[in-house]
């Protein structure tokens, strides 16, 4: 065996120790691919919005099953509390928090996510849209 081929074999197991490295680093990785992308963490609405957003959280009445910051009655129980709304990772533990995704579930929560407890609610688009900048913004007031 020449210097030749040792050097081939040195230099082929090298390459796959690369390839199995990158391998476990993306494995590693793949499971937040659903957690929010740090740059869109925080998300800053503007006003009309979040006014709009909040008129429409009391027509629809979302506080009826949320505890919803700003809405002082009612102040539901049934769902999750909507206080730090922007910090949350995903909507209902399964899905990206990302505006258009949220506007969605607001306005039919079982086509988005099978199987939730949340029922379709008697908003439009743009009511929907409203209500998740209201959420995206309380951590901003």
Same mark, same amino acid.
């Given at each position: +065996?020449?210097?030749?081929?040792? @050097? ?7 390459? $796959? *120790? ?8 993306? %494995?590693?990785?793949?499971?937040? %691919?659903?957690?929010?992308?740090? /740059? ?10 979040? #006014?709009?957003?909040?008129?429409? !959280? ?5 506080? $009826?099953?949320?505890?919803? =910051?700003?809405? #002082? *009655?009612? &102040?539901?129980?049934?769902? =999750?509390?909507?206080?730090?709304? #922007? #910090?949350?990772?995903?909507? %209902?533990?399964?899905? =990206? ?5 949220? &506007?969605?579930? !607001?306005?039919?929560?079982?086509? /988005?996510? @099978?199987?939730? $407890? +949340? =029922?379709? +609610?008697? !908003? $439009?688009?743009? @009511? &929907? ?13």
């Amino acid at each position: +065996m020449g210097m030749g081929s040792v @050097e081939h074999r040195h230099r082929h197991r090298h390459r $796959s *120790w690369k390839a199995i490295v990158t391998y476990v680093v993306l %494995a590693a990785c793949a499971p937040l %691919a659903g957690c929010k992308d740090p /740059v869109e963490t925080r998300r800053e609405p503007a006003t009309g919005p979040k #006014d709009r957003g909040l008129a429409a !959280i009391k027509r629809a009445g979302c506080g $009826s099953c949320h505890e919803i =910051p700003g809405l #002082d *009655w009612p &102040a539901g129980r049934l769902g =999750p509390s909507l206080e730090g709304f #922007d #910090d949350v990772g995903l909507i %209902a533990g399964q899905l =990206p928090n990302r505006p258009d995704v949220l &506007a969605a579930f !607001i306005r039919n929560a079982p086509t /988005v996510k @099978e199987g939730s $407890s +949340m =029922p379709p +609610m008697p !908003i $439009s688009e743009a @009511e &929907a849209a409203d209500i998740a900048a209201y959420l995206y913004g309380l951590d901003h007031d």
